[in-house]
């Protein structure tokens, strides 16, 4: 499996991703692992002789590849739903609760950018350089930082930044303040990177054969937010104060999610519900009883 896993690995970041065969075709790199999964196992040594090849190695003559998944398991993953899991309803419910708040803001805090007593170039254009700066934080943090802690603390962030712009609205009625922007840049950068977080946290809650549908529900998810949030900004424009109450009540919300959902980093991608439901309960069983004696 390490063998195939790093063939994997070569197979995705080969660029293009073409193999040339003797006679200059190009043909597609495909992943021995997949290939292997879905019985195709020659197909998969082929693959790997080429990698070989291209390394400037050769494979043993005696090696050959088994299946990782049996034909049983291989039926059971054609069949399977998401809906065929109590777990998994759960699970991507929660997700979509918690994208449906992160777009809501996201989106939201976009558009309320009108409300600030500024020039509304000057706002949007901030807002713009903002994502810069919570796409690099993100892609460092989710390195070393678990998922859930860091989407949360980012909805944390972003809701407190709202809510703080309520208590500055008075003193930005006069003339513009700085201050508020300041809050309200920082706010749409904690949910841009609450936003980016939620993806890879999605991708990561579910596996191989339900991954898909996951994220795409999401998206739903998160794209129903976004319809919904200019409705609020319209009524912002009588009240800015309540605009911002609700947005930052709402990414707190998502973060407090977050608490019924598990920690995915460094944990490995399953094939099947199947198989995660199981594994899953292995690895929480000796924490259990580590707890009953304690």
């Known amino acids: 499996m ?15 991703q073409n193999l040339l065969d003797g006679s200059g075709e190009a043909k597609s790199a495909k992943s021995p692992r997949w290939l292997a999964v879905k019985g195709r196992t ?11 090849k291209l390394n400037g190695r050769k494979l043993p003559q005696n090696i050959s590849i088994s299946s990782p998944i049996d034909a049983k398991t291989s039926n ?23 994208g449906f708040g992160v777009g809501f803001v996201y989106y939201g805090v976009q558009l309320n950018v009108e409300n600030l007593n500024f020039n509304l170039y000057f ?3 901030v807002n713009a350089l903002m994502e810069i700066p919570a796409v ?11 998922r859930r802690i860091l989407f ?10 709202c809510i703080l712009c309520v208590l500055l609205t008075k003193e930005a009625k006069s003339k513009g303040s700085w201050s508020q922007l300041t809050v309200e840049a920082i706010g749409f950068m904690a949910a841009s990177m609450a936003f980016d977080v939620l993806y890879v ?3 990561e809650l579910f596996p191989t054969n339900v991954r898909n549908f996951a994220v795409s529900m999401l998206r ?3 794209m129903l937010g976004a319809a919904i949030a200019p409705q609020l900004v319209v009524l912002g424009r009588l009240s800015p104060s309540i605009s911002f109450l609700i947005f930052g009540g709402f990414a707190i919300f998502s973060g407090l999610l977050t608490f019924w959902l598990p920690e995915t980093r460094n944990a490995p991608l399953y094939e099947t519900l199947e198989q995660q439901e199981k594994e899953e309960k292995l690895s929480t069983s000796p924490t259990r009883e580590m707890e009953l004696v304690e």
């Open 76 to 98: 059971v993953e054609r069949n399977e739903s998401l809906w065929s899991a109590g777990w998994a309803i759960k699970r991507i419910a929660t997700a979509m609760m918690a």
């Open 201 to 203: 946290y999605c991708v």
């Open 123 to 125: 706002t949007v254009a």
């Open 136 to 146: 690099l934080l993100g892609s460092v943090l989710l390195s070393f930082t678990d």
């Open 220 to 222: 739903q998810a998160l």
């Open 2 to 16: 390490d063998l195939l896993d790093q063939a994997s690995a070569s197979a995705a970041w080969s660029s293009p």
């Open 152 to 161: 949360s603390l980012s909805a944390y962030i972003a809701g407190i930044s």
């Open 42 to 52: 020659e197909e998969a040594l082929d693959v790997l002789t080429k990698f070989a």
